[in-house]
């Protein structure tokens, strides 16, 4: 997939605005707050029909503007692609691939994928354990795109099994129980389906990240990759079945793949706690590329990448591995201080006060 061409509508700080791509490496540069992770973003929004800030959808409307829209012009083995996408302030709007309007908008991922670096992709390494589920599940999303209902089915059912440990006041009545069965059944379902492909992605990506990773810190160490999920050992039925007071009394489910850590050492030692700060940079960096390029063999093509403000962050050295380390396709990076060494782009863009000028 080759983006040829972007325009916005209300989208963030832009009323309009219109920016054709070069095939190889785009640069956005200009100062900050000028509007370059504005255009990376509504890039992302086309992908995964959400922010890769994690901004709730109404961030993206312009202030004051009613709705926005995103189109982008591409090329898909030999043919022509149109992606439209409305973003209304109730939540996703419409959604139009080649004028035709998709039954549901989840089908649209696939259509195009982005990978994206940013600097506070260091939480991957130093945050809670839900950084590295999403990780895990943006990537396998992005790889195989029906596993977002995995996804989407355990949000529901959580909230739905949660609510009623909530109601149920700490104590088992037979309609409690009854219900509750239901529910249990369901979770089992979903839950085992998402952590196998946890633990099936987790094993290819083991692997792609020691050899990133070594890449990337310009030396050799035993980067380890592990699903933590004790409950796989009996099954989630009977784990759950061991919790069920303790999540009578706390009103939440105990255990599942929500609960589950992707535990990441280097030497054997847990990278959130043991590893210096340069070597939590080079792991989070090796994270991504990894990711990349798991999704880049499985599906034939890499995904558009978005490096967003990363060379800022980045010494010499890791910032020429990564460029180095790359899969060939199309590429945007921005910058508010300037190109990083050894970037050569075909187009480079200057943005000010909104204004976005090919030079
Ligand atoms: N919904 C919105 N409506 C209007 N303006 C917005 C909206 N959301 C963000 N902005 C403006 O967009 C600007 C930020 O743009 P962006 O994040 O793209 O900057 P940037 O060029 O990436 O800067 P930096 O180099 O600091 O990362 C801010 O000035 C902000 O006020
Ligand atoms: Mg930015």
Redesign the pocket.
Known sequence: MHLQRLWLTDF??YSTAELQFAPGLTALL?A???????IMEAVGYLATLSSFRGAPTE?????GAGSAVVRAEGEREGRSLLIEAEITASGRGRVQVNKQRLARTRDLLGALRVSVFAPDDLELVKGGPAERRRYLDETLVARKTSLDVLRTDLDRILRQRNALLKQSGGRLSAEVEATLMVWDAKLVDVGEALADARAALIEELAPVLRSSYDHVAGQSAHVDAVYDAPWRESGLGAALGAVRRDELRRGTSLVGPHRDELQLTIDGMPARTHASQGEQRSLALALRLAAHQVVTDSTGTPPILLLD?VFSELDPDRSWALLAHLPAGQTLL?S?TGLPPGANPEQIFR?EDGTIRPS
């Open positions: 963030r700080s200009g900050n707050g000028q509007g370059k992770t504005n961030a993206l409307i312009r202030r403000d921005s508010a943005i």
